[in-house]
Nanobody, 118 residues
Framework: QVQLVESGGGLVQAGGSLRLSCLAS????????MGWYSQAPGKQRELVAI???????RYRDSVKGRFTISRDNAKNTVWLQMNSLKPDDTAVYYC????????????WGQGTQVTVSS
């Protein structure tokens, strides 16, 4: 089992910045992918950004150039730096851990609310 604890959400004005953090603990395999997904009211959960343990990244098109994902493998921590925030970024953001050492194993955090006011 892998447990994820998120922090860093909140309320910010459009154009502002927030930094989300996610700490993983438990049965973590060295080869894994961690990332962030968002879910706005009435919508499905969508990928925001992911990063592999070898630091390869992938972003949703709408956040490219504004958001940066990073990680520290020794600390089992992933961050999402969000700049130039827009009201459309408002959502609950969930941290995800995935590895393929036991089939496809997914773990999710509890979610953190990000609200961007106009």
């Amino acid at each position: 089992q892998v447990q994820l604890v998120e922090s860093g959400g909140g309320l910010v004005q459009a154009g502002g910045s927030l930094r989300l953090s996610c700490l993983a603990s438990g049965s973590i395999f060295s080869i894994n992918t961690m990332g962030w997904y968002s879910q706005a009211p009435g919508k499905q959960r969508e990928l925001v950004a992911i990063i592999t343990s070898s630091k390869t990244t992938r972003y949703r098109d709408s956040v490219k150039g504004r958001f940066t994902i990073s990680r520290d493998n020794a600390k089992n921590t992933v961050w999402l730096q969000m700049n130039s925030l827009k009201p459309d970024d408002t959502a609950v953001y969930y941290c995800n851990y995935r590895d393929y050492n036991r089939g496809v194993y997914d773990s999710w955090g509890q979610g953190t609310q990000v609200t961007v006011s106009s």
